[in-house]
């Protein structure tokens, strides 16, 4: 059921009206019940996915919980301490192996074949299995709630029935945000009506609506046009569909989002913001750290840290700082983590090597700042540059954006072998005039719609700069008189309503994770 349609908008008024009718104390059971119609929907026959994570995180949870409590009482060189804390890990093992082991199956298997076997590999032990809606998201977010119980964070959550709609929860179940459960699970027992909330989330649903229908979808019609054989096009050409491609990314991806958002919202419940303005990030880590926020705190809690304080990067460390010394020997560790986190989350993204060479790139990009931090501070110290100027501050935003819009050629392009002839092309064959003879006008957008693409970036430009500046847009709009809020809200429907692509809208790029 996607977003986009008007079974979904029907969807979202019956599942509040249920919910809102129901008593008080019953209304996470609407909400439950909601949860699993939408994903049966989406594809009934794969429930069993989503049952058998809930189940299973469930009850691990619930052993480390006891074991916990044991432990809570013993002495921490005690032998049954000791056994207590190898039960733990062997519970926390077993269930993010299996987890991910189902993951694996389902999302990297047949990519495994092919890259150690052949035809006949795959003949003989591919598999053509539909993969589950949301199947990384709920995953993801089952496994960080069985870590920290394990890690003492928080108690077990008792009941099995509501700990299933901590992990089903329909709004966030095709494209995140990936949720933790301290965070989510108490605002899921029931809220009352509240006229705010209906209010706030319509906004945020129609400002979603405006990003993925009225710009990324608009902007999705030129970049699949020129990628279906990128080959023949010019430079110029391959820069402005990768351009176009950067903003369809960012409308459809924050769109989805701040539809999730809104959906949650007008249910009294604050779903985890997973963009902030990713477009004004002055370094790539300060652009990952903006983008796709809860995937890259998920990496960064349960997986580098992990490794970093584990025994093996540890000695790795003592090694090249006595070996190696000066900044290379402290950056190695930091760089093996780095790079592993990187290179997951260009896998989790996509199950070929494009993804595994975008996260290379990135982690290339990121682990080298770190290495020329010192020579960036003389340079910049020789040059006289003032970090905390305006001229700086746009010198590093432009700068992050390029480096940004290079790896994304490494994303779109049809096959990795592709990206360094698209590349190339781009710098030594750019024929500039083709963007202004009408050249552009062949890939199936027309004048207006180029128009409509540029108010649009521009409205979107405007509310994210004053948001960047610390202006809370909805509390602003809130306190201007009720005939401003009317014309606000008509213009921002009207746009959609007339220039969104609604009858051929395209399905949300991250429905696919």
Not at 16 to 39: D, E, G, K, Q
Not at 69 to 83: C, F, N, Q
Not at 232 to 254: E, K, P, R, T, W
Not at 361 to 390: E, H, P, V, Y
């Amino acid at each position: 059921m996607p977003f986009t349609s008007i079974n979904f908008i029907f969807f979202i008024v019956g599942a509040l009206l249920f919910y809102y009718v129901v008593p008080l104390r019953f209304r996470w059971i609407a909400l439950l019940l909601a949860s699993y119609v939408f994903y049966m929907v989406g594809g009934w026959t794969t429930v069993f996915y989503i049952v058998f994570t809930t189940v299973l995180t469930f009850c691990a949870a619930q052993l480390l919980g006891r074991l916990n409590t044991k432990l809570a009482g013993l002495p921490g060189k005690d032998a049954e301490a000791i056994r207590i804390k190898k039960l733990k890990k062997y519970i926390v093992s077993l269930t993010i192996l299996i987890c991910f082991g189902m993951l694996f199956v389902l999302r990297y298997w047949n990519f495994t074949l092919e890259l150690i076997g052949s035809d006949r590999w795959m003949e003989q032990f591919g598999l053509n299995l539909l993969i589950p809606l949301g199947v990384s998201f709920f995953i993801f977010q089952s496994v960080g709630y069985v870590i920290d119980v394990y890690r003492g964070k928080h108690s077990p959550e008792g009941n099995l029935v509501k700990y299933a709609l901590f992990v089903s929860f329909f709004p966030q179940i095709i494209q995140g945000p990936i949720s933790r459960f301290h965070e989510l699970s108490p605002q899921l027992d029931g809220n009352a009506f509240d006229f705010t909330n209906i209010k706030y989330g319509i906004q945020l649903i129609m400002w979603g609506y405006f990003k993925k229908l009225v710009i990324a979808d608009r902007t999705a019609v030129a970049v699949n046009y020129i990628f279906e054989n990128i080959t023949i096009h010019s430079g110029a050409v391959i820069a402005f569909a990768v351009f176009f491609y950067c903003i369809q990314l960012y409308g459809d991806f924050s769109g989805g989002i701040d539809i999730t958002r809104g959906v949650a919202k007008m249910f009294g419940i604050d779903l985890a913001i997973n963009f902030r303005r990713p477009i004004f990030a002055i370094s790539l880590a300060d652009f990952w750290r903006r983008w796709h926020i809860t995937l890259g705190a998920w990496l960064k809690d349960y997986l580098f840290y992990s490794m970093a304080l584990s025994r093996p990067i540890i000695r790795i460390g003592k090694f090249t700082r006595r070996k190696i010394g000066g900044t290379l020997g402290k950056v190695i560790p930091t760089a093996i983590c780095t790079f592993t986190v990187y290179f997951l989350i260009g896998v989790w993204h996509g199950a070929n090597f494009r993804w595994v060479a975008f996260g290379i790139w990135n982690a290339t990009i990121i682990t080298s700042s770190l290495l020329m931090a010192g020579n960036f501070t003389w340079i910049k110290a020789k040059l006289r540059i003032n970090d905390k100027s305006k001229c700086w501050w746009v010198v590093s935003i432009a700068r992050t954006a390029f480096i940004v819009f290079m790896g994304r050629y490494i994303t779109r392009s049809p096959r990795l072998v592709y990206t360094l002839s698209m590349w190339r092309s781009t710098f030594t064959n750019f024929q500039f005039s083709t963007l202004f003879d009408g050249t552009l006008l062949q890939f199936g957008l027309t004048s207006l719609d180029m128009v409509i693409v540029a108010l649009g970036v521009l409205v979107l430009l405007f509310i994210e700069f004053r948001q960047e500046k610390g202006v809370e847009i909805r509390e602003s709009l809130a306190k201007r008189c009720f005939i401003f809020q009317m014309i606000a809200m008509f213009l921002l429907f009207a746009a959609i309503f007339f220039f969104g692509i609604w009858g051929d809208a395209e399905y949300f790029i991250y429905m696919q994770f």
